[in-house]
């Protein structure tokens, strides 16, 4: 069984301009969430999606940040415009059940940002 | 919101035992799990408590006390393999919030 994947592993870009991250979450997850790592910080909850819809986005920092999941399959993280607060490791995550099944999260090898 | 301490990094000889504690001040716990991730990579599931007491899962074990508000994380006949970090989280609704995490170094 596959896990979950990201795409890019990194991206270096300039302040001001927008990035695109991309999770493929393990199949037949319903349940996506996006995490970030700033450096020598914890990681920090960003949102939830349940299929196509955002159970919980109270993580998202502000609105430079775009999450969506279309079909309910895999999701997209839009930073516009980038800045460089926004450096970090982005973690995406999947999982089956919720908490009956203990919210066992997959999570994938993470996008490292490099926002200069 | 949401916080949970624990030491920032242990060291220890193969074989040994070491023990990871966490202490948490979350709202709508549920439960606590351990995530283990090596050099920056994917954060891998350990453990997950949502009871008082111990769930054992071969070398590694972890405990919950909810009157106490804490945790830990055993590990057992450690190897070379286990030098890793390894993070507490809190449950709350579907969410986890994460510790800083412990950064376990262990020595031949």
């Known amino acids: 069984e596959a896990g979950v994947t990201q795409f890019p592993s990194h991206s270096v870009i300039e302040k001001g301009q927008t990035v695109t991250l991309r999770c493929d979450p393990i199949s037949g997850h319903d349940n996506l969430y996006w995490y970030r790592r700033v450096m020598g910080k914890e990681i920090k909850f960003l949102l939830h999606?349940?299929?196509?819809?955002?159970?919980?986005e109270s993580g998202m920092p502000n609105n430079r940040f775009l999450a969506e999941r279309t079909g309910g399959t895999y999701s997209t993280l839009k930073v516009q415009p980038a800045e460089l607060e926004d450096s970090g490791v982005y973690f995406c995550?999947?999982?089956?059940?919720?908490?009956?099944?203990?919210?066992?999260?997959?999570f994938g090898p993470g996008t490292r940002l490099t926002v200069l | 919101g949401q916080s949970l301490e624990q030491p920032s990094e242990v060291t220890a000889v193969e074989g040994a035992i070491v023990q990871i504690n966490c202490t948490y001040q979350?709202?709508?716990?549920?439960?606590l799990s351990w995530y283990q991730q090596h050099d920056g990579g994917a954060p891998t599931f350990l453990s997950y408590n949502a009871l008082d007491g111990l769930e054992e899962t071969g070398r590694f074990s972890s405990f919950l006390s909810r009157s106490d508000s804490s945790g830990y994380l055993l590990l057992q006949e450690l190897q070379m393999k286990d030098s890793a970090s390894y993070f507490c989280a809190a449950i709350n609704d579907y969410k986890l919030s994460f510790g800083a995490g412990t950064t376990v170094t262990v020595r031949a």
């Open positions: 995550a999947s999982s089956q059940s919720g908490l009956a099944g203990g919210n066992e999260q997959f």
């Open positions: 999606f349940v299929k196509e819809s955002k159970q919980d």
């Open positions: 979350t709202s709508g716990f549920y439960g």
